[in-house]
């Protein structure tokens, strides 16, 4: 049996009662999947829960659907933190959040670094790209991202405490290792932390890292850094 297409809907409840769902949701079924009344769609509030629900009405001006039982995903068991700075070209950004998003990291920090070239950040267009991504991998649990941040500010936020930080300047480095417990990896922006930063950040207790052989985008890196994080664990 093929899977049922999955639906965000922030207000999931048990005992709802028959709902109408938001208009581009509506023009997804209707139009592009050209479901019926009697169909059903699966949909989730981001938050480790979903349904099954019965579409009642499917035509051009409404979708409503009658929501079934709740269903309570478990979270997943760790916390992966992707502190990576902002790029001047936002679409490069994007890119990488949607995967890092299929990837399955938890938390994403946009980073204002002294090199960042500044831009205007669009949170709700980032938070789209998220959900989006985590509907096509689907995911019940939402990743958070978090607004921008300074990298002296994110420093005094309560972190996982296996930390690493990779970086392009000559020193002492391990490839970053995959993790069973909580961590966070920082990514810098185009031009590299500074020195200064990375000092920062290494009194800190962060942990210099190497992504391997090759010199990276900052987008690709933080997939690649995603990747290794990760490993092996679910």
């Not at 607004?147 to 002296?152: A, K, W």
Request: glycine share 8%; proline share 5%; aromatic share 6%.
């Amino acid at each position: 049996m093929s899977e049922l297409p999955l639906f965000f809907y922030a207000g999931l409840q048990a005992g709802s009662g028959e709902i109408q769902l938001d208009e581009e949701t509506r023009r997804h079924v209707v139009t592009v999947l050209r479901m019926q009344p009697g169909e059903e769609i699966e949909l989730t509030d981001g938050q480790g829960n979903s349904c099954t629900a019965r579409i009642s009405l499917a035509d051009k001006k409404k979708l409503l659907i009658a929501p079934g039982a709740l269903i309570k995903h478990p979270p997943v068991g760790r916390t992966l933190w992707l502190g990576v700075s902002l790029l001047k070209n936002a679409s490069r950004f994007e890119w990488m959040l949607e995967k890092v998003t299929e990837i399955g990291i938890t938390h994403i920090i946009p980073l204002l670094t002294e090199r960042t070239a500044r831009q205007h950040f669009r949170q709700e267009r980032m938070q789209q790209i998220v959900v989006s991504a985590c509907l096509q991998s689907r995911q019940y649990h939402f990743p958070e991202l978090i607004s921008p941040q300074f990298l002296d500010q994110f420093l005094q936020t309560a972190l996982p405490a296996s930390r690493y930080i990779a970086h392009c300047m000559h020193g002492e480095k391990s490839l970053l290792p995959g993790t069973d417990q909580d961590a966070v990896l920082l990514i810098g922006p185009e031009g590299d932390f500074t020195a200064g930063e990375l000092s920062q950040t290494i009194e800190a207790g962060f942990r210099p890292v190497s992504l391997g052989q090759s010199r990276l985008r900052t987008e690709t890196a933080g997939i690649v850094g995603a990747v290794l994080l990760r490993g092996n664990f679910l």
